[in-house]
């Protein structure tokens, strides 16, 4: 049919206009993904801050972002931002590989502060949604007025089941419930002080994730709590749930010998790979669902 036949000709030329656009030049790429990126963090900064707990302060919020979202690729590809503590937020998008538009899932295990530290927040502004789990009530409740369409969860998550104190220090990203571990900081950092002492029974995660309805395939889990990520990890029935990508934090692994690190055991057991480490953290894939 003719119609047909005009039909498949535009297909067809508009997908030589993608292909010279986006893929002749590496710069105009760049430039056209750093805008496709801005428009749509500026779409979602309504639905994605705006509370009726705050409307005025998340009213500003979104203006805040909105206008943040259209300035950044005024300045080029070099101006991309990240929230995490040293960048591992874009490289968990980079190992992603989301499609534009897409909008993923996340699970984070000592989330800490929803905008300053976060691995989660810059897809956040994306329209991404998940579940964040801290010790730490008073960061949690700040989940509720900064990220209002994330499940923030107050919970000290272990493989086992019993009553823990959780030290918050000074400096809450150090906050943990290993008193090894805190004395060390204390002892290393004169600074730190203890604020306060959290007494709660822990949780499992897969127990958790039950109660908050969490989907069992998802995009990323991220662990980081401070001493205690294998615990964390050994909570989670991985035959229930499937992270594609997990980032846990093992401040004793050696990039010599992987093998023998405890981590990396348990997730190849579980037939997760490790596709690398940077700094502090490993990064695997779950190679069932890749």
Known sequence: MPSATWVQRLKQQVRALRVYLLYQKASRRA?????????QEFRHSFHQFFTWR?????LLRVLRYALLSLL????????????????????IESLLKPPFGYRGFYVEVGCNHPTF??????????????ICIDANPRLIRL???????????????????????????????????????VGRILQEEAAQSIRQIHRLRSQRLTDI??????PSHFDFLSIDAEEHDYQVLCSLDLQKYRPRLIVIEDEHFAP??????????????HDYRLVGYVLTNLYFFDTQNS
């Open 54 to 58: 705050s409307p005025l302060w998340s």
């Open 256 to 269: 010599l010998q992987p093998h023998t690190n405890r981590i990396v055991q348990y997730l190849h057991a």
């Open 209 to 214: 994730l039950d109660a908050t309805h969490c």
């Open 117 to 130: 530290i976060s691995n989660s927040f810059v897809l956040y502004r994306q329209g991404w949604r998940g």
């Open 72 to 91: 950044r690729p005024c300045f080029g590809r070099s101006a991309r931002l990240s929230y995490a503590f040293t960048g591992e937020d874009r490289l």
């Open 31 to 39: 430039f056209f993904l750093s805008w496709a990126v801005a428009w």
């Open 143 to 181: 989940f509720k007025y900064y990220r209002p369409r994330d499940i923030a969860v107050h919970a000290f998550i272990s493989n086992q089941s019993q009553e823990v104190e959780f030290v918050e220090l000074s400096n809450d990203v150090l906050s943990s419930a290993d008193r090894s571990y």
